[in-house]
Nanobody
Framework: QVQLVESGGGLVQPGGSLRLSCTAS????????MGWYRQAPGKQRELVAR???????HYADSAKGRFTISRDNAKNTVLLQMNNLKPEDTAVYYC????????????WGQGTQVTVSS
């Protein structure tokens, strides 16, 4: 059974930084994509950033220039460095690890709260 364990959320002032971490425990087949999504109250869950097994990245427009996603394949870990945080970044952030093909899978973390407020 694979579990995604997230950490790093919290309360930060506007302009501050946070680093989110997500580690997949259990037996997981390599060659996957990893990503971060977020969901603010009353809004749909949206992609923040994703990274392929080869290190190619994609960012939402709102994250470009402020957030950096990275991964450590040996540790099955994905990180999200968030700088210059804004109140509109306030949301629950979810880690996602998925793989197409066979075997395919789609795992989600439990979510970690990020609150940006003065």
């Amino acid at each position: 059974q694979v579990q995604l364990v997230e950490s790093g959320g919290g309360l930060v002032q506007p302009g501050g930084s946070l680093r989110l971490s997500c580690t997949a425990s259990g037996s997981i087949v390599s060659g996957n994509n990893m990503g971060w999504y977020r969901q603010a109250p009353g809004k749909q869950r949206e992609l923040v950033a994703r990274i392929t097994s080869g290190g190619n990245t994609h960012y939402a427009d709102s994250a470009k220039g402020r957030f950096t996603i990275s991964r450590d394949n040996a540790k099955n870990t994905v990180l999200l460095q968030m700088n210059n945080l804004k109140p509109e970044d306030t949301a629950v952030y979810y880690c996602n690890v998925w793989r197409g093909g066979s075997p395919g899978y789609d795992y989600w973390g439990q979510g970690t709260q990020v609150t940006v407020s003065s």
